[in-house]
């Protein structure tokens, strides 16, 4: 299952963008989803996460307060909110769905318990 990430994009700091998650034929719509994101030389990071029902989210601790990850149900598509953008945002952000049931909160921040990911969509904050 090939994930379709879009909407990044080149953004002034303090900026903001959206960036889209979809699943095809509603294949994972049982499936919870995260963000992950791989700036210059460094390696790749938890952004945020949610359940499948959408009712709990995760955010890692650089973009609490800016980030908002939420899920469309009727699309299944999940999106991600980002606000306040600062340099250190840039990167490919990467969207992935597990196979199996995540049970545990801790282990959405683990890039491997993603099976499906996305091609990656570039964002790109300049001062």
């Known amino acids: 299952v090939q994930l379709q990430a879009s909407g990044g994009g080149l953004v002034q700091a303090g900026g903001s963008l959206r960036l889209s998650c979809a699943a095809p034929g509603r294949t994972l719509s049982r499936s919870a989803r995260a963000w992950f994101r791989q700036g210059p030389r460094k390696d790749r990071e938890f952004v945020a996460g949610v359940t499948w029902t959408g009712s709990s989210t995760y955010y890692g601790d650089s973009v609490k307060g800016r980030f908002t990850i939420s899920r469309d149900k009727a699309t299944d598509t999940v999106y991600l909110q980002m606000d306040n953008l600062k340099r250190e945002d840039t990167g490919v952000y990467y969207c992935?769905?597990?196979?199996?049931?995540?049970?545990?909160?801790?282990?959405?921040?683990?890039?491997?318990?993603?099976?499906?990911w996305g091609q990656g969509t570039q964002v790109t904050v300049s001062s």
């Open positions: 992935g769905a597990p196979r199996e049931r995540i049970w545990y909160p801790s282990r959405y921040y683990d890039s491997t318990e993603y099976d499906y």
